[in-house]
Every structure is written in structure tokens, then in C-alpha cells.
């Protein structure tokens, strides 16, 4: 429910996203424990989304993301998810976690944040006048302050760890609070599951056919299928019971976000927080992926009146901590101090999605790592033998030669002696792009006619 509010969409939406996930992509091959449902990595997106598109475009979206994701599945694309640069993923979570945390700030007070991120950053100084002078705002912000240091203070109390994860209780206890002082800050509003079904109509594939719709489509394909691949690395990591076929659980994945789609819901990933928890329950078969959409679809029938005493300010609380612990803190500065340039990467991720969006920050991610790997791997050096007075200095030419590495190749190269001839051998060139090899070739042509041209004395 915290996800859907957060996206800008109904909180019943969350709720028929997670029952999918378990009665629909529970049922399917691929992993066995990993638990499925609408995820706070994708919030950012998703409010774009509904922002430029509407509910009926987002609907569009999921299904065509779905579609993509069974393709990938049964082309056995799935396993090629796991060469992404981890410094990526990594940079794509830790900015979604402070778009995040950006916009919850705003719900924390129950004021409506701006739409974009840097928007969201640049009003935070009026958002902090404004709620100071108003009571209703700082009681909200108390609220949910007061859930942020329960979901952090929780478990280190073990016995009640055990009981009850800490969102649950954080959430409980400000409900509680809520109900019994009577407080007056916003609350979830619950129309009803089926109410909630508004599939996407005709005219909303129309927008299929722009740039932008069909970018936002690879966007959300990309991120569920490597957040929801990732986390099944790690689950496989907790436990000893089957391992994940990667191409059946994207599979799995895809004909969830079909269905949500289907049903104008929020898009589905695999959660390790909601797949952690099942193995540390003592989760043994895949009938733990299926009771988790089983037991959300119990209750929201069930007790729909219950879930709107919730306050949104306590579900803000909760997307704050989760979008701090996005952010990976505590292994940035290791990172930086042994491999520098993926930190670089992680950092340039994180501030493109921060400034632009979800895509284009990827993109500019992935772009910096494929450059990272390219300087990395074109290590070229020239060794240069003098066979003696009167013949061609012989220049070798060894390593990977590429465009990245071109002009310390050329100030090597010109440092020769200008009035012998060379011989330049590129045969110990392992790799050589276009552009190196045009540049060599050129370089020892100009040289040669250089070093045999007249001089004029004066």
C-alpha cells in the first residue's frame, strides 16, 4: 500500500500487484522461495509514468514489460541479466532511494511533493517553513518520525523481531496511536479490490507508438527483470532447497506484470526484503510463494475498513527507511578506496537518476561502465628496437588499441626521433578499432615523410 500511495495510484493497486505475484507468478517455475509484489525500486518510475501517461498508460506499460519479459524468457535471455554491471544496479537503487526519500518527506508532513526529482530537492527548503507553521503537518511529521526510529530501533529487540517484522509493527503502533488519539492527519483512502480494476481501454495502446511510451517500456522491463533476477541470486544464497532457473522465473515474472497489467495495477518484481523474510520463516516449498498472495487477498477482502485507519504519514515512515537502506552507505567508501572507477559509476548512476529520470539515468549508467571496462581492458604499449645506422627504427605496437587509449598511443609515438624513418608492426595488436588503426597508419605515413623531407639551412 506504501508503494502504491507513493507511485501516486490507489492503494488498492498495490495490493491486487502483490496477489498476482503470489497466486500467479507463485504458481510458475523458476524460483522457489523469492516473493513477489510491487517494489519501492520501481516508485519513481511509476509515478512518471502515471504522470505523463495516466492509469490507463501505466496499465499499457506493465503489460507490454510482461510481454517483453516472457520473450526474454523463452529466448533463455535470462540468464544475460546477471552481466550487468553491478555498480549499476547498485547506482539505479541507491538513486531511487534518494528520489525516494525526496518525495516521502513531503507525504511525511502530508503535503503533495512536485513531480520531478530535482523539483522534489528544491522545495524541501519551503516544505520545512511550511510545515513548521502548521500543527495538523508537524503532527504528521511526528507520526512518522516516530515510525522511522521503531523500524530502526525494532530489531534490536529480538524476541519481538521474531514476532513481528518491523514494518508491521511500526505500522501497527502508529495506527494505534493514530485511532486512540484520534490525530488529525491523512489516512488511506480503500475503495475495494474490484473497484480498483480499471483495465486499460483501446486508446491507451495508441500511445505505443511514441519514443517516449516504448523507452519507458524497456525502462520497466529492464529494472524488474534485474531487480527481480538479482534478488534470486540472493535468495539461492539462504538457502539449500532448488536452485532458480533464470529463464523460467523471468517467465514467471513476465506473465505477473501481463496480468497486472491486464487489471491496470502496479508492476511486479521480486522483493529480497518479502523473499528474505520467507526463508528466515522457514520457508521450504513454493507454496510460501503462493500463501503470500493467498493470505493479502484474504485479508483485504476480509477487513478492508481495517487498512483505512492506516495513516499515510506511517507508510511515508516506511518508504524512508526503505530507501535509505537503497542507498549503499556503508560500502561506498570501500568501494572507492579498491576500485575507484565503479564507484565512479555508482555515483554518476545515482546523481543522472537523481537529475533526469529512471531511463536516462540508466542509460548514462550503463554507458559509464561500458566506457569504464573499455579503458580497463586497452592497455597498449610501444617498444621500439634500433637495428642500427641507416635503417627504420622497428616500432611494435602491442595490446588493445582503442579510440579511449588514442592520444597517450600518439604522444608515445611522437616522442620518436624526428629524422629516422619507422617501421611501425602492428601484428602484436591483440585488438585495434577504426580509429586507431586509421590514426596509426596515418602517423607513419606523415612521419616518414617528414624524417626523409630536405632540410633548408639557414
Known amino acids: 500500500m506504501g508503494v502504491a500511495v507513493a507511485s501516486g495510484v490507489p492503494a488498492e493497486l498495490g495490493l491486487i500487484t502483490g ?29 512518471e509514468a502515471v504522470d505523463s501517461y495516466g492509469l490507463g498508460g501505466l496499465g499499457v506499460l506493465v503489460l507490454a514489460a510482461g510481454v517483453l519479459q516472457i520473450a526474454m524468457g523463452v529466448l533463455r535471455l535470462g540468464r544475460w541479466f546477471r552481466a550487468i554491471s553491478v555498480s549499476v544496479v547498485q ?16 507525504a511525511l508532513a502530508d503535503a503533495e511533493a512536485p513531480s520531478s526529482g530535482p523539483d522534489k530537492l528544491l522545495g524541501l527548503g519551503g ?3 511550511d510545515t513548521l507553521g502548521d500543527s495538523r503537518a508537524l503532527t504528521a511529521l511526528g507520526l512518522g518520525a516516530g515510525t522511522v526510529l521503531v523500524l530502526a530501533l525494532w530489531p534490536r529487540w529480538r524476541a519481538g523481531a521474531r514476532a513481528l517484522p518491523a514494518p508491521l509493527a511500526a505500522v501497527l503502533l502508529a495506527t494505534g496511536v493514530t485511532v486512540a ?9 480503500v475503495q475495494g479490490l474490484l473497484a480498483s480494476v480499471q483495465p486499460p481501454g483501446a486508446g491507451d495502446f495508441a500511445g505505443l507508438a511514441s519514443v517516449g ?11 524488474a527483470s534485474a531487480e527481480s533476477l538479482f534478488s534470486a541470486a540472493a535468495v539461492d544464497r539462504l538457502h539449500d532447497g532448488p536452485r532458480t532457473d533464470y529463464d523460467k522465473e523471468l517467465i514467471a515474472q513476465g506473465a505477473g506484470n501481463a496480468v497486472c497489467g491486464g487489471l ?22 513454493k ?43 556503508r560500502e561506498f567508501g570501500p568501494l ?8 565512479v559509476v555508482l555515483a554518476v548512476t545515482a546523481v543522472a537518476i537523481v537529475v533526469t529520470d529512471m531511463f536516462q539515468g540508466v542509460l548514462l549508467g550503463l554507458l559509464t561502465a561500458v566506457v569504464k571496462t573499455a579503458w580497463e581492458t586497452s592497455h597498449v604499449h610501444v617498444e621500439t628496437e634500433d637495428p642500427g645506422a641507416g635503417l627504420p627504427l622497428r616500432v611494435r605496437v602491442l595490446g588493445n588499441a582503442t579510440f579511449l587509449r588514442l592520444p597517450r598511443l600518439l604522444d608515445q609515438l611522437e616522442a620518436l626521433p624526428s629524422d629516422r624513418r619507422v617501421a611501425l608492426h602492428l601484428e602484436g595488436l591483440r585488438h585495434v578499432d577504426h580509429a586507431c588503426g586509421l590514426a596509426l597508419t596515418s602517423w607513419e605515413e606523415q612521419h616518414n615523410r617528414s624524417a626523409t623531407a630536405p632540410r633548408v639551412t639557414a
Do not use: C
Not at 517494489?39 to 509515478?47: E, K
Not at 547506482?91 to 516521502?104: D, F, H, P, R, T
Not at 488519539?181 to 483512502?189: K, M, Q
Open 19 to 47: 496477489i498476482v505475484g503470489g497466486l500467479v507468478t507463485g504458481f510458475l517455475p523458476g524460483s522457489s522461495l523469492q516473493v513477489s509484489g510491487p517494489a519501492a525500486g520501481l516508485t519513481v518510475l511509476v509515478y
Open 91 to 106: 547506482g539505479m537503487l541507491a538513486g531511487i532511494g534518494l528520489v525516494l526519500i525526496a518525495g516521502q518527506l513531503y
Open 127 to 129: 516544505l520545512v517553513v
Open 181 to 189: 488519539l484520534d490525530l488529525p492527519v491523512a489516512r488511506v483512502e
Open 213 to 223: 511510451m516504448l523507452g519507458t517500456v524497456l525502462a520497466f522491463t529492464l529494472i
Open 264 to 285: 491496470g495495477a502496479l508492476p511486479m518484481t521480486a522483493v529480497i526484503v518479502r523473499s528474505s523474510a520467507n526463508v528466515a520463516a522457514g520457508a521450504r516449498t
Open 287 to 329: 507454496a510460501s510463494r503462493v500463501l503470500h498472495g493467498a493470505w493479502l487477498l484474504l485479508f483485504a477482502a476480509a477487513f478492508p475498513a481495517a487498512l483505512e485507519l492506516i495513516p499515510v504519514a506511517a507508510l511515508a515512515g516506511v518508504l524512508v527507511h526503505a530507501g535509505w537502506k537503497l542507498i549503499p552507505v
Open 336 to 343: 572507492w578506496r579498491e576500485h575507484r572507477a565503479e564507484a
